[in-house]
């Protein structure tokens, strides 16, 4: 079975860094709230330009998967959580501090 990618294409025929992964806007604005981080802020961190943070959020675009990735990890390193879809739809959490 083939996974396809927001367009309904398979990825294994689209470019690598156009490919997607499972993080939406919503995710990122909600991710970014809970760690009391702005957009800026966000755009140092995973190392991306100010606008690309801006226009995933605002879903004018998606970022090449890289930067996606860099912007996921740095949410990530900062403690928090991605959760897929589990039949009450995706979201976020802060990490468990140990």
């Given at each position: 079975m083939q996974l396809q990618n927001s367009c309904g294409v398979a990825?294994?025929?689209?470019?690598?860094?156009?490919?997607?992964?499972?993080?939406?806007?919503?995710?990122?604005?909600?991710?970014?709230?809970?760690?009391?981080?702005?957009?800026?802020?966000?755009?140092?961190?995973?190392?991306v330009s100010l606008r690309t943070v801006i226009s995933f959020e605002l879903g004018e675009h998606r970022p090449m998967l890289?930067?996606?990735?860099?912007?996921?990890?740095?949410?990530?390193?900062?403690?928090?959580?991605?959760?897929?879809?589990n039949g009450e739809g995706p979201g976020v959490r802060l990490r468990k501090r140990s």
């Open positions: 990825d294994s025929l689209v470019p690598p860094h156009h490919q997607t992964m499972k993080f939406s806007p919503n995710q990122c604005r909600a991710a970014r709230g809970l760690l009391d981080m702005t957009q800026a802020q966000l755009a140092r961190k995973s190392e890289a930067n996606l990735r860099a912007i996921r990890s740095a949410l990530e390193t900062a403690g928090v959580i991605f959760i897929d879809a």
